[in-house]
């Protein structure tokens, strides 16, 4: 990622590993719109779960992992829009979820939640018409 432009902040264990800067707790909250990524490594899926409970935004989450027991169980725990194993998060994007052209994005549960085309922003109205139906 170094060749491409990514800047790289990360906690002390992942610091070790490569020449990377290091992630302050602002780094664990922060949105950066630009090529930076920052990388914590957890010991447990526990330590994962609790890590984001105290960071997360509820947009989208990623972990990396080759156990498929821990995969799912990360995806059931995370309240998040969209979460992701062994995946860019990059993908949560209307016009990659098929919604045409992205108009916004919500972190909401209700009543649209992710990214959002065309159709989250329409509202209903009902006409009836009848001439003495009961239900």
Known sequence: ???????????????????????SDDDWATEYNALI???????????ALDHIRRFSTHHS??????NKAT???FQAAVD?????VNASTRFTDGFEFGFGAEIGISTQKLHVRGPM???????????????????
């Open 1 to 23: 990622m170094k060749a491409d432009g990514v800047e790289l902040r990360g906690d002390d264990e992942a610091c070790q590993s490569s020449a990377m800067k290091a992630a």
């Open 37 to 47: 990524m920052s990388v914590k490594v957890v010991g447990s899926l526990q330590e």
């Open 61 to 66: 989450e990623a972990i990396i992992t080759e």
């Open 71 to 73: 995969a799912a169980a």
């Open 80 to 84: 998040s829009a969209a979460v992701y």
């Open 117 to 135: 085309g065309l159709e989250a922003l329409v509202s209903y109205k009902y006409l009836v018409d009848g001439d003495g139906q009961v239900r």
